[in-house]
C-alpha cells in the first residue's frame, strides 16, 4: 500500500465548477500536511498546508480528517490557470522528508 | 521564484555513464533535499543533507550520492546510469530540519534522460 494515495485523475471540468480531490495517508505518524501545485514540467510550488481545523485561502478549502487519515482540497469556480497537477504531501514525525502522492491532473476547459 | 537554481536543465547520458547534478539553495539555507519525479509520478526522496552531512535517506542504492558545500550548493552524483534513471530531479532547500514548519522551496529540476 502506497503511503500517499490520490484520486487517479485527470479531472476534466469547465470553467466555473468546483472540483474536489481526495488523499489518504497509511502512516498514522505523519504530523503534518500539504498541498503542492504542479504545472506541467514545472517543480512542485507550495499551495496551501493543512490543519485539523480546515483552512481557506480564496477559492481554495482543504481539510483534514486525523481519524481517517483523509486530506482534501476543493476548489471553488474554477479557472482556467487552474490546470495543473495537484500532489497531496505529508511530513512523518521524526522525519524531516517530504512523501508525495503521484497527483492528480485537473483540466479547466472553456 | 523561489531563489533555488539547478544546472544543468537538461541531460542526455547513455546507459552506464556517470552524471552529475548541481543544486543552488537560497542563502542561509543549511538542508538541501533531493528527489527523484518519474514520469507519471510524485517526487521520491533520494536523500537529505544538513550542515553538510547526509541527514536521511530514501529507498534507492548506493550509486545515488552526494555532497553539500558551504557556500549552499550541492550536488547528487549517479553511477552506472540505468534506463530506469531517466527522471526530473528535483532538489530543495529549507532554513532548518522543521518539515512541519519549514516551507521546502524546490528548484526548477534537472531532465535526465538515459538512453
Known amino acids: 500500500r502506497k503511503e500517499v494515495e490520490q484520486d487517479p485523475g485527470p479531472f476534466n471540468v469547465p470553467e466555473g465548477a468546483t472540483v474536489a480531490f481526495n488523499c489518504t495517508y497509511s502512516?498514522?505518524?505523519?504530523?503534518?500536511f500539504f498541498w503542492y501545485r504542479q504545472d506541467c514540467r514545472k517543480e512542485p510550488k507550495l499551495l496551501m498546508s493543512v490543519y485539523s481545523s480546515g483552512n481557506e485561502d480564496g477559492r481554495f478549502t482543504a481539510q483534514l480528517n486525523r481519524a481517517s487519515q483523509y486530506i482534501s482540497l476543493l476548489i471553488r469556480d474554477s479557472k482556467l490557470s487552474d490546470s495543473a497537477t495537484y500532489l497531496c504531501?505529508?511530513?512523518?514525525?521524526?522525519?524531516?522528508?517530504?512523501?508525495f502522492g503521484k497527483g492528480t491532473m485537473l483540466l479547466v476547459s472553456p | 521564484e523561489t531563489g533555488v537554481t539547478q544546472s544543468p536543465t537538461h541531460l542526455i547520458k547513455t546507459r552506464g555513464q556517470q552524471v552529475t547534478l548541481r543544486c543552488s539553495s537560497q542563502?542561509?539555507?543549511?538542508?538541501v533535499s533531493w528527489y527523484q519525479q518519474a514520469l507519471g509520478q510524485g517526487p521520491q526522496f533520494i536523500f537529505q543533507?544538513?550542515?553538510?552531512?547526509?541527514?536521511g535517506r530514501g529507498n534507492f542504492p548506493p550509486r545515488f550520492s552526494g555532497l553539500q558545500f558551504p557556500n549552499y550548493s550541492s550536488e547528487l552524483n549517479v553511477n552506472a546510469l540505468e534506463l530506469d534513471d531517466s527522471a526530473l530531479y528535483l532538489c530543495?532547500?529549507?532554513?532548518?530540519?522543521?518539515?512541519?514548519?519549514?516551507?521546502?522551496?524546490f528548484g526548477p529540476g534537472t531532465r535526465l534522460t538515459v538512453l
Open positions: 530543495a532547500s529549507s532554513p532548518g530540519l522543521e518539515t512541519s514548519t519549514d516551507t521546502q522551496y
Open positions: 502512516n498514522s505518524a505523519s504530523q503534518s
Open positions: 542563502s542561509g539555507h543549511n538542508t
Open positions: 543533507y544538513y550542515r553538510e552531512e547526509e541527514n
Open positions: 504531501v505529508v511530513n512523518i514525525r521524526g522525519y524531516s522528508t517530504l512523501t
